[in-house]
């Protein structure tokens, strides 16, 4: 499972790297800074989606397996959930960005919000002491480099 | 269906998703339509479902 997720993670900066790297080359293809920034967006979009989707299986399943919960436990998990609710809001308004619609937005902006909000997912579940699942520090990652 | 099920089910929905990226970036193929899916938020269901176990389970509740 492990293997399957670092391929996951691995092709999206791979594809950013190789494109990177057209960059340099003096080809027909010329393809500007701009282009590769334009182009690093997808991948970056993808790294979030990928940080969003492993966190959020790991909440569930930990919330899932809990018999009960105190209250200090319940607030700290309504806070993380609120957490990746702003990710889930913030990503979706993104995939309507790249996809050419509201294209007013800043999506910069938009993206610093899902990290932010995934970033602050990861430090409650280490205050919690509680395990941050594999590959979620290489996904986000991949979304910083649209930042 | 367990977690590891769950995240590889997960992970084969976005492969496709990533070979048209890989096609779009390397071969200036279109832009891939209908951008990674993001799936509906799990964990606020089983907050709420924990919330009502613990509510069950408190002192003075159900005797």
């Not at chain 1, 492993?54 to 607030?75: F, W």
């Not at chain 2, 590889?8 to 976005?14: E, F, G, N």
Request: glycine content about 6%.
């Amino acid at each position: 499972m492990k293997t399957i997720w670092a391929l996951v993670i691995l092709m999206t900066l791979a594809m950013f790297v190789n494109t990177a790297g057209l960059v340099g080359c003096s080809s027909s293809s010329a393809k500007t800074a701009a282009d590769v920034i334009e182009k690093a967006k997808v991948p970056a979009f993808n790294g979030a989606v990928a940080a969003f989707v492993l966190l959020d299986e790991a909440e569930a399943h930990r919330l899932a397996a809990m018999p009960s919960a105190t209250p200090e436990q319940i607030a700290a998990a309504e806070q993380r959930v609120r957490r990746l609710e702003v990710a889930e809001a913030a990503l979706g308004e993104l995939r309507q960005w790249l996809s050419g619609e509201n294209k007013d937005l800043d999506a910069r902006g938009k993206m610093r919000e899902v990290v932010d909000a995934l970033d602050l997912v990861v430090k409650g579940l280490k205050n919690e002491k509680l395990a941050v699942p594999t590959h979620v520090d290489e996904a986000l990652s991949a979304a910083r480099l649209f930042l | 269906m367990n977690t590891a099920e769950k995240i590889l089910t997960t992970t084969v929905a976005i492969l496709p998703f990533i070979e048209k990226v890989s096609a779009y970036i390397h071969d200036d193929g279109p832009e891939p339509e209908g951008l990674s899916q993001i799936p509906a938020l799990k964990s606020r269901v089983e907050l709420e479902k924990l919330k009502l176990r613990s509510a069950q389970r408190a002192p003075g509740v159900g005797t």
